[in-house]
């Protein structure tokens, strides 16, 4: 029973992956030789903060924001790394703002000391992108005793955003509504989430662990949108699906994986330009002005896995998620 225990989320999320990249190479064969470049408005004067933001999907995220004009600030966890793609990206777009500001999503410490440097700042914000991710990481815990995969796919976003949320709903307005983009994953779809042990310490699974993460974010989007729409906010948060995506991401992987990957990457798996295009479409898309509470996958709304539609289970996830990183609970 153990064994089964620890090898059915393993086959969960590969066959889940499986689905999407096959999806994925039918769509590029009925797209070949039609590449399609959306064509968003200038962002002049717009600030945008977006997590990992210095290599993979982030990074193109980033460098797509930059060239629309916008004020772009990675939130990264290696200092040098981060002024690297500064500099690169400042070099490849014309942009001279763009920076780096350090955040470790692991630790709430430096979540609150990267949200009161950049309220230093005194700047607004209009765009929020919880991009960061770790996945199938083996079972450790946070200096804040929290297991990885939750610490840092979402409970560091969930109290990052909660940070950001007055000064982004200063930045809205009625006609230009400020934005959260949070990152999820097709991997939503097997996970299954644990109120009682959140911290997935009973018989720790890696595929386990990050597909509750993954799920946990959609829940959240979901009841963070409410919760802003009840208040009249001006503010907006979608939840993303990038798609399988060729990235480092997958250092974790089984090896019979990783040869498949390394194989057929090219062909089956999105690059990482491409994976950026949802968060993109979500951060700026004129069609999703005064839009939230929605999963877009390929640029498209779509339908989540059902239990994330569960208001109960949205409530519950957010009221111990305001225990866990020990911030007010302020819903109704």
């Excluded at 002024?83 to 979540?111: G, P, R, W």
């Excluded at 950001?164 to 949070?182: D, F, M």
């Amino acid at each position: 029973m153990s064994l089964l225990s620890l090898a059915l989320p393993a086959l969960q999320v590969y066959f889940i992956g499986l689905r999407v990249v096959l999806h994925q190479l039918l769509r590029r064969l009925r797209r070949w030789g039609c590449p399609s470049k959306a064509v968003f408005p200038l962002q002049n004067g717009n600030v945008a903060i977006v997590t990992g933001g210095a290599k993979g999907i982030g990074y193109h995220t980033v460098k797509h924001l930059a060239r629309l004009g916008m004020h772009v600030i990675i939130a990264g966890n290696k200092e040098s790394e981060g002024q690297e793609t500064v500099m690169k990206i400042k070099e490849e777009t014309l942009n001279a703002k763009v920076e780096f500001l350090y955040c470790d999503l692991a630790s709430m410490k430096s979540i609150h000391q990267f949200v009161e440097a950049f309220k230093a700042k005194n700047c607004p914000l209009h765009i929020l992108i919880n991009n960061a991710a770790v996945m199938l990481v083996p079972e450790r815990k946070t200096e804040d005793g929290f297991e990885e995969h939750f610490a840092v796919n979402y409970m560091g976003h969930f109290l990052l955003t909660n940070l950001l949320l007055e000064t982004l709903k200063q930045s809205g307005t009625h006609s230009h509504n400020a934005r959260i983009v949070t990152v999820s994953s097709a991997t939503h779809f097997v996970g299954e989430l644990h109120l009682d042990d959140l911290q997935s310490s009973c018989l720790y699974s890696p595929h386990r662990a990050y597909a509750q993460s993954k799920l946990a974010l959609v829940l959240f989007t979901y009841r963070l949108q409410h919760l802003l729409t009840a208040e009249g906010s001006h503010v907006t948060v979608n939840v993303v699906d990038p798609g399988v995506v060729n990235t480092d991401l997958y250092q974790n992987v089984c090896w019979a994986a990783k040869v498949v990957k390394w194989m057929t990457g090219w062909l089956l798996l999105k690059t990482a330009e491409e994976g950026a295009s949802t968060s993109i479409y979500a951060a700026v898309s004129p069609e999703l002005e005064g839009v939230g509470g929605c999963y877009l996958y390929n640029e498209q709304r779509t339908k989540s896995v059902d239990v994330s539609y569960d208001e109960q289970l949205q409530k519950r996830l957010w009221t111990e998620s305001c225990k866990l990183v020990g911030i007010p609970n302020t819903a109704p």
